[in-house]
C-alpha cells in the first residue's frame, strides 16, 4: 500500500505511524529506565551525550566524552518513544531505534535523529544496520541467517531453530529505521 501511495507524483515521503498494542505494559519511567541502560551499555554510544525529556524538561543524564559527536534525547509519552539528537552514521541511529522498539512496553518509536555530517542513505547501509540488529539479538544465533536487500525491503534467509527465533528475526528487520518491507524465508527446526 506505501509503496503506491509513494508512486503518486507529487508525493515526496510518507509516514506510517502504525502504533502497536506492547506485550508487556509498561510505565513510561519504566520505558525511560530502560532506554537509559541500554543506551548506556550500548558500546557504539559510549561517547554520545544521553538526554531525558521528561514533562517539558531537559536533564543531561550523561555528557558526552571531549571532542565525541553524538547525543541522543529521549522522550516517552504513553508508550511511544521520541528520539531526537544527533549521531555521526545511519548505523547509529539505526541502532537507536532498534534498542528503543525492543523494550517491553514501547508502542512505536519516532526516530528524529538526525545524521551530522550528512551522508547518503543506501541498501548497503540498511543491510549492515539489519545484520548488528540480528548480531545483537540474544534469542538466536545470527550467523545462520542471511540477509540481503533491495531499495528498501530486506530478504532474510537461513535457518533457526523455532518459529519464534523466526519471527524475532523478521521483527528486528522492521524495527530498522528505513525499511519498507521484510521478506521472511528463514526456515525453521520445528
Known amino acids: ?3 503506491r ?4 507524483p507529487g508525493i515526496g515521503g510518507i509516514v506510517d505511524r ?7 505494559p509498561m510505565s513510561d519511567d519504566g520505558i525511560l529506565d530502560h532506554l537509559r541502560k541500554a543506551y548506556y551499555q550500548e558500546p557504539a554510544f559510549q561517547q554520545f551525550a ?6 517539558g524538561e531537559a536533564k543531561l543524564v550523561r555528557g558526552g566524552l571531549p571532542g565525541a559527536r553524538g547525543e541522543i534525547a529521549i522522550e516517552v509519552e504513553r508508550g511511544v518513544v521520541t528520539l531526537n539528537g544527533s549521531v555521526p552514521s ?10 528503543a522498539w525492543w523494550v517491553p512496553g514501547v508502542r512505536d518509536v519516532v526516530n528524529g535523529i538526525t545524521v551530522d555530517p550528512p551522508e547518503d542513505d543506501a541498501p548497503i547501509q540498511i543491510e549492515e544496520a539489519v545484520r548488528i540488529a540480528l548480531d545483537k539479538d540474544p534469542l538466536f544465533d545470527a550467523s545462520q541467517i542471511r540477509v540481503g536487500v533491495r531499495g528498501r525491503t530486506v530478504r532474510l534467509t537461513g535457518w533457526v531453530p523455532s518459529a519464534a527465533a523466526r519471527d524475532a528475526a523478521e521483527w528486528d528487520a522492521w524495527y530498522v529505521f528505513g525499511v519498507d518491507d521484510v521478506i521472511n524465508e528463514i526456515e525453521t527446526g520445528s
Do not use: D, Y
Not at 5 to 8: H, M
Open 90 to 99: 545511519f548505523a547509529a541511529k539505526r541502532l537507536a531505534g532498534v534498542l
Open 5 to 8: 501511495l509513494a508512486s503518486v
Open 1 to 3: 500500500m506505501l509503496e
Open 50 to 55: 544521553i538526554e531525558e525529556h521528561e514533562e
Open 18 to 24: 502504525l502504533r502497536v498494542k506492547p506485550a508487556s
